[in-house]
């Protein structure tokens, strides 16, 4: 049980588009949901914490009209990286947290690679 | 300032060996945990400790956590190729699970064959 998947794998674009990834727990409801970001060689930086029904919480030094989060449903996160550039390219991980408990859940994670 | 400090970045040990890593803060976590990383993919949880002084073994894998719950340790006995990945440490400071977790850079652990 407690699986998260996210969607896609992988994405390639060009500079200056949006992509959207999509983060799902499909087990389990999660009334919140984490947006963390990996770049090669390094740990997990937190980037925003999703709440569903409400507006993110975002960290210090992200950008809240760049990293577009919505939390529509206890199973589904989204995150839109929007004007994408390469210094965007990174690997994005999320997590679901399982209600009741203070165990965080990871997805397999998304790398996207802006050109 | 790296609020959780993760030792050794680097580690590469022969078959059979044993080693230690260790996470150190000057914050005092609610709970800590241990992930496993694949190149690629998502980080696994390996364990969950809450109580100071607590001891858990997960196989040839000891975890402690401090006292005073500001650090931890991996202990690994008769280390095997399979080890071999990112090992995490990342604590939760508030008493609430509603909140990010604080990751350590990571140990790079591989081990030889």
């Known amino acids: 049980g407690a699986v998260v998947s996210q969607h896609p794998s992988w994405v390639i674009c060009k500079s200056g588009t949006s992509v959207k990834i999509e983060c799902r727990s499909l087990?389990?409801?999660?009334?919140?949901m984490f947006w963390y970001r990996q770049f090669p060689k390094q740990s997990l930086m937190l980037m925003a914490t999703?709440?569903?029904?409400?507006?993110?919480?975002?960290e210090q030094g992200v950008e809240k009209d760049k990293f577009l989060i919505n939390h529509a449903s206890l199973t589904l996160s989204t995150l839109t990286v929007t004007s994408a550039h390469p210094e965007d390219s990174s690997f994005y991980i999320c997590?679901?947290?399982?209600?009741?408990?203070?165990?965080?859940?990871f997805g397999p994670g998304t790398r996207l690679t802006v050109l | 300032t790296q609020l959780l400090e993760q030792s050794p970045q680097f580690l590469s040990i022969q078959e059979g060996e044993n080693l230690t890593v260790y996470c150190n803060s000057s914050?005092?976590?609610?709970?800590l945990q241990w992930y496993r990383q694949e190149p690629g993919e998502g980080p696994v949880l390996l364990v969950t400790?809450?109580?100071?002084?607590e001891v858990k073994k997960l196989k040839r894998l000891t975890f402690q956590f401090g006292d005073a719950r500001k650090d931890s340790s991996l202990h690994i006995t008769a280390a095997q190729p399979g080890d071999t990945g990112l090992y995490l440490c990342?604590?939760?400071?508030?008493?609430?699970?509603?909140?990010?977790?604080?990751f350590g850079k990571g140990t790079h652990l591989i081990i030889q064959p």
């Open positions: 914050s005092v976590f609610s709970s």
């Open positions: 997590s679901a947290l399982l209600a009741g408990a203070d165990t965080q859940y």
């Open positions: 087990d389990f409801q999660a009334t919140t």
């Open positions: 400790v809450v109580t100071g002084g």
């Open positions: 990342a604590g939760l400071i508030t008493g609430g699970g509603a909140d990010g977790l604080t």
């Open positions: 999703s709440n569903e029904g409400s507006k993110a919480t975002y």
